[in-house]
């Protein structure tokens, strides 16, 4: 048997996910005008086009003198499994549509990662896995701008600072007087962390939070507890790497509220986790600790750095939030790596008048975005 040649597969899905591309920035562009979803597709149109010609600069010359459209098989199969009812003729709603057209695309790039592995072109396959990453962003936010309930909401949420509500031992505030007191100096995103307190009160404590944060326009989101955050009516819920999986979070939020959006965050350490938190559905990710911390005494991961938090700013098309060790004097750096929100747990809720220190450090940071 002859050595497998890459380059029609190269070429084919080179202009698959080009193709599935220009589709959907035509729709968002003519058809359901969103113009910031149509220069995203633009852009990753045009450097899913570029951008091999510069990682192996003989590509180019490469595709069209192998290209074969005659030879191929692929239409007649496509043929056949209409006839058979297997591919449907047309779309049985816009939402089919915009899917249909991003797992073209997902599914493209998916093989080119693979065959660039294959062909020992590591820089290729590290780019096409990349872009796999921020098309699914992408999925989400096409099918979200479609359901009126744009995931633009949670990335705007998710800047400057995130607030934590917990219990602080040191000035003996409770979790909830701490969450009232972070949306009082104006946090967009508030997590609600309370390890201590049984079921029955993390329940009451959140059913008062939410009501506070949709008064204000904030997001609730609950630490670990799924049941607690679709009980009380908070947005969504924050898991860690041991919590329950995202798959099933995901199932128990589509049973108990139909339709309604549900925001989930996990916390990452590393690229790796990231990945696989936005293979899952991720909304958002957690990225830490950024710094050694004390807050979570049984935290057995390594610092990651703001290696991490410039990696995961450049490389993910999903909104993060940076925490872990991170205090009045460091977050600047944090920023400048490439964040646009970070969670300051200690440094906030020991002191004395949160209100105050809160709405300062909020006001530093929107300024650096």
């Known amino acids: ?191 609600y962390r309370n390890k201590t307190a049984d079921t029955v009160d993390q329940l009451a404590d959140c059913q008062v939070l939410a009501a506070a944060c949709h008064e204000r326009g904030a997001l609730l989101i609950v630490n670990d507890r799924v049941d607690i955050a679709l009980a009380s009516g908070a947005d969504g819920v924050h898991l860690g790497q041991e919590d329950l999986p995202v798959g099933v979070a995901r199932q128990l939020a589509a049973h108990v509220r139909p339709g309604q959006p549900f925001w989930i965050g996990q916390s990452t350490h590393n690229p790796e986790q990231a990945r696989a938190a936005a293979d899952a559905g991720c909304d958002y990710i957690g990225i830490g600790p950024v710094f050694a911390t004390t807050t979570k005494a049984d935290l057995r991961v390594p610092v990651a750095g703001l290696e991490y938090v410039h990696w995961s700013a450049t490389t993910l098309d999903l909104p993060h939030v940076a925490i872990g060790g991170i205090s009045p004097g460091n977050f600047e750096q944090v920023f400048s790596a490439g964040a646009r929100c970070c969670a300051m747990i200690s440094a906030i809720n020991q002191e004395s008048d949160l209100v105050a220190t809160a709405r300062l450090v909020q006001a530093q940071m929107l300024a650096l975005l």
Not at 64 to 75: I, L, N, V
Not at 170 to 183: E, I, P, W, Y
């Open 1 to 191: 048997m002859e050595p497998p040649d890459f380059t029609r597969l190269l070429d084919a899905n080179l202009n698959r996910i080009c193709e599935g591309l220009r589709v959907l920035e035509d729709f968002f562009r003519f058809a359901a005008p969103e113009p910031e979803l149509a220069e995203r597709c633009k852009s990753l149109r045009h450097r899913v086009r570029h951008e091999p010609g510069r990682l192996k600069p003989d590509l180019p010359d490469l595709l069209w003198t192998h290209r074969d459209a005659e030879s191929d098989c692929g239409p007649a199969v496509s043929l056949r499994l209409q006839d058979q009812g297997e591919i449907a003729h047309q779309y049985s709603t816009i939402r089919d549509f915009l899917t249909a057209n991003c797992k073209r695309i997902q599914e493209g790039l998916r093989s080119l990662a693979e065959a660039g592995r294959m062909l020992d072109q590591s820089g290729l396959a590290c780019f096409f896995e990349d872009m796999r990453y921020q098309s699914y962003a992408l999925e989400s936010d096409c099918l979200a701008a479609v359901a009126n309930e744009p995931r633009t909401r949670l990335a705007a949420a998710l800047r400057g600072l995130y607030g934590v509500a917990s219990p602080e031992p040191a000035t003996g505030r409770s979790a909830l007087a701490s969450g009232l007191d972070l949306l009082a100096a104006g946090v967009f995103v508030l997590q």
